[in-house]
């Protein structure tokens, strides 16, 4: 059986990667999604074990201490962290895994799975990019200027992505992710074993 395909899909906060990682995994559903653990608490409409694991900080901590975690960051004061066991048998068994995580994750995951597909999502414009973070009403001034100021350290990472999406239009977006994961699936030796089951080469 064929190893399954690691795709991280990442970007600065106002990206919107979460509405676009949502959106490929409807139309994409035999992908498997591995469902991160934070520290920080959920925003209205995120349900525990769906968007995130909710825990606290002290369980977290332990998490880490047993190497439970393939990557952690820590970001505005929050932990979130991906786990090892959860990618290894996803993957080992053959399935693609989709991961939407933030940028320092991204990078510590490229690291374990150097040969995953890693996709940077930025927004049209810096004016666009404030607009929806004020747009989401759930956060301080404070915290808004603290995003906005990181912005131009998180987009320096995405030369380090295989790939690169504007995120202008939104179903244009998430029809550029769903044409970069069909496409890796069609890599040659992705195939192969398929076509040595049919044709016996």
Not at 122 to 131: D, F, G, I, N, T
Request: hydrophobic share 40%.
């Amino acid at each position: 059986m064929a190893q399954g395909q690691v795709f991280v899909l990442s970007g600065p906060p106002g990206s919107g990667k979460s509405t676009v990682g949502a959106r490929v995994r409807q139309a994409c559903q035999d992908l498997a999604f591995s469902v991160s653990y934070t520290t920080r608490g959920p925003r209205p409409g995120e349900a525990d074990g769906v968007d995130y694991h909710f825990i606290g900080r002290q369980q977290f901590l332990n998490k880490l201490a047993q190497g439970e975690m393939v990557e952690h960051v820590e970001v505005y004061g929050n932990l979130y962290g991906t786990s090892r066991q959860a990618i290894a048998q996803t993957v080992e068994g053959g399935r693609d895994l989709f991961l939407d995580i933030e940028v320092k994750g991204g990078a510590a995951l490229k690291q374990a799975f150097p040969q995953g597909v890693f996709i940077f999502l930025v927004p049209p414009s810096p004016q666009e990019l404030e607009r929806r973070l004020r747009g989401r009403g759930t956060e301080s001034e404070d915290k808004i200027k603290e995003r906005l100021a990181r912005v131009a350290f998180e987009l320096a990472a995405a030369r380090d992505y295989t790939h690169l999406v504007v995120n202008d239009v939104l179903d244009l977006a998430v029809a550029d992710v769903l044409a970069i994961i069909h496409g890796d699936r069609l890599r040659a030796h992705r195939r192969f074993p398929e076509l040595r089951r049919i044709w016996g080469v």
